[in-house]
């Protein structure tokens, strides 16, 4: 996998990835695009989603939406680690099983989530969800 990061100006960067999608950046506290540690959170949110539903669709649970709701705590500290993630996921639906959302939440978490497993080596990622019957 590959990807290429080119700067833009002031402090905007655009990123390429190898299949050619872009995606740009904002280095200024993220006052005209994400900046990249916001562009972590949302690939964290990203890559969770993506195994929460393919895990509930799996498990024939009538799901009809996903969102995660994600919050990052970071150190007071150069550089500004984050700390602690928390990621709340709102599963909408009908007769959607607590257990089988609990599972699909976790198995994303401790086994199938790329972008978390790297983060857990320094970050405390924790997560819950909601259910939203339709």
Known sequence: M????????????MGT????HTMILDANAGNLAPSPLE???ISLG?????????????SRQNITGCQVEI??????GVPALFEKIHL???????DIAAKHVERAVSLSADKYCSVA??????????HDFEIITQ
């Open 39 to 41: 562009a972590v959170l």
């Open 71 to 76: 919050n990052g705590t970071r150190v007071d």
């Open 88 to 94: 709340h996921f709102i599963i909408t639906g009908s």
């Open 2 to 13: 590959k990807a290429q990061v080119k700067w833009l100006g002031e402090e905007l960067f």
């Open 46 to 58: 990203g890559c969770s989603s993506v195994d929460v539903v393919s895990i509930l669709q799996k």
């Open 17 to 20: 990835s190898a299949s050619g």
């Open 117 to 126: 497993l790297m983060l857990n080596a320094k970050v405390d990622i924790t």
